[in-house]
């Protein structure tokens, strides 16, 4: 269950408007860390993923295969929009969204599986944790200094963000990594997640080659562990930073070459 992350998503949520009021009109059009986008690109996509969940059929149909060209081709749409009909927009469609993923927590509606095309296929009651995400992400590492263009004050790392945050990576860990990453589990990799929201998980390849990633409470026996902080794994799994960078954001124990064939094959998003 995914109850934790409605209150998360209200909060940042209420994070997003209140940096929107702060922006000058000079700010909406800088460029953000994410690759294409404007800061007013990424409001759109935060708008966007808002509509999915309360009016999906204000979208443009999605493109076929490709999750992350389906995001880009709903910046587009929306694009011509002032920065303050986007924010308006946002501010109207949140409280929609919280009541609606709280539906998604029911008996009822919980486990019914969501298609997130490439990116696989999800129990509804996730959706609440790939939002709290979303805008975890986006809103810290893609819009503030360091990483971001704006010069304001930045999200903590707070467990009430990354513990949803996290649970959405590792869900989507084995369906969204390249297929390669089979391949290098020759044998089990502990990823150890330290800090606030940080959690501990087994890596393993089945017999019929399909990945998992298991949590973990207990000293399980692992040929490496991958030891990261929580909000840097979400910078270096998601390819925010380079390979150069990421290795200064973990350590590996154990069997290093084995680890390190391992964490370069992760990708999240």
Partial sequence: MSTQAIPALERLGSFALEMAARLKNEHWSLPSACPGWSVHDVFIHLTSTLREVVEPESLPSPVSGDLEATNDKHVEHFRAQSPQQT???YKALLPLALPALRHMQTPAARDLLVDFDNAGKY?????????????YCHLRHDLIEPRGPLEIPQIAPLREFLEPSIKWLMAGLPQMSPSTLASQLAEPV????????????????SADGAVSAEHTDKHETAAATIISDADAFILWATGRVGLPEAANLLAIRGNRELGRRVQQHIHVY
């Fill in 87 to 89: 924010v308006m927009d």
């Fill in 123 to 135: 129990p509804a009651h996730l959706i609440a944790d790939s939002l709290v995400f979303d805008h």
């Fill in 190 to 205: 502990r990823l150890f997640l330290s800090g606030e929201g940080g959690s501990s998980w087994i890596l393993r390849r």
